[in-house]
């Protein structure tokens, strides 16, 4: 005997409602709005601490929510995500939140990766904290810095070529300023402009994507150059081994003397100094806004470059490697590289 096909269908239907009731439970549809919500609200400042705790406490999906958030373009987004998932991992009161915390933490972490600037072998790779190169630039002659723009594509300073070239992930130039005497350093600003240590054309120079200089400052031998969160810029004179920051007209602001081969400069977020002696020096030093050394590494070969990561280690480019040290100068990764002579430390999109 047949049933009609209107009772089939109906019968389907019906059957289809009931077996989605009983897979879930009661509130379900609730809490995923909750977690939608609060995700929401990941992008406002003053909501985004009690948000991350809220979706913390809604379980996996609210975690995952969080796991994207540490992806976020956003840097601040990104940093207080990871910063919420890392408290998860170290609370023992949820085993089963720890578990897919920590899970989510190492998948992470293997997706972030170091670039770095290769000058013997004419490189730039991508290589990941398992030692995994995820991309290369090859047939790079004669760059000494490299940084990784948040659009994929990479900003590179040919010091032999006295350019400084923006290419994208195929090798083709989108961007170039040239005229440059034997530059050391560029760095992209969030104006869009880019900030160049022209050092043999000992002059510091801000230019626009159009190629106009907007600012400049001269009569230096600039080694590094960044413009830091309050407007000043931080400079390495190699001319003078000095650190010095000047403000917008360019008045030194704060300086600091005496340095062995003084090359690469970076203020820290503690206000601190890091300083790379490439020459005589051999060390990466933090100093205080006085000038007192407050941790160091010693004995490099030829460091040219050393940046704080996030977790409070430090990674140096150094002639034959790059190597990251803890907070007691303990040497805790190491990756051979011909002559490193840059890296940035990137994080997971
Ligand atoms: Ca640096
Ligand atoms: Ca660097």
């Not at 915390?101 to 072998?121: F, G, H, N, Q, V």
């Not at 490299?146 to 070529?161: D, R, S, Y």
């Not at 070969?301 to 007691?328: K, M, Y």
Request: aromatic share 6%.
């Amino acid at each position: 005997m047949q049933f009609p096909t209107f009772l089939c269908v109906a019968a389907a239907i019906a059957g289809a409602t009931l077996s989605a009731q009983s897979t879930s439970r009661p509130g379900a549809a609730k809490k995923s709005a909750h977690v939608e919500r609060m995700a929401g609200l990941l992008g406002d400042p003053d909501s985004r601490g009690v948000a991350l705790r809220s979706l913390a406490s809604l379980g996996e999906a609210g975690r995952e929510r969080i796991a994207t958030a540490m992806r976020a373009e956003d840097d601040a987004i990104a940093y207080a995500a990871i910063a919420e998932m890392r408290r998860i991992a170290g609370d023992p009161r949820d085993r089963k939140a720890v578990k897919h915390a920590k899970t989510t933490l190492k998948k992470w972490e293997d997706d972030c990766y170091y670039l770095i600037t290769d000058y013997s072998d004419n490189e730039i790779l991508r290589v990941t904290q398992s030692g995994q190169v995820i991309h290369k630039l090859t047939e790079q002659y004669g760059v000494w810095d490299a940084e990784a723009l948040p659009n994929g594509n990479t900003l590179i300073v040919e010091f032999a070529l006295g350019r400084v070239v923006e290419r994208d992930k195929n090798d083709k130039i989108l961007w170039e300023f040239a005229s440059l005497r034997n530059p050391y350093a560029a760095q992209r600003l969030a104006n869009g402009n880019t900030l160049i240590s022209d050092t043999y054309g000992n002059r510091v120079i801000e230019v626009t994507k159009a190629g106009q200089i907007d600012w400049q400052i001269q009569d230096i031998k600039p080694l590094d150059a960044e413009r830091l969160p309050n407007g000043n810029t931080l400079i390495s004179d190699g001319k003078a081994g000095r650190i010095i920051e000047v403000d917008g007209k360019g008045k030194v602001v704060w300086e600091l003397g005496n340095y062995q081969g003084v090359w690469d400069v970076d203020r820290l977020e503690n206000g601190n100094t890091l300083i790379t002696q490439r020459k005589a020096g051999h060390s990466v030093i933090e100093v205080d806004k006085k000038g007192n050394v407050v941790f160091e590494i010693k004995d490099l070969t030829s460091p040219s470059d050393a940046d704080r990561l996030p977790n409070g280690n430090t990674v140096v480019a150094c002639d034959g490697a790059v190597e990251v040290f803890d907070q007691n100068a303990d040497l805790v990764w190491h990756y051979d590289v011909s002559w490193a002579v840059e890296v940035n430390w990137m994080r997971a999109r």
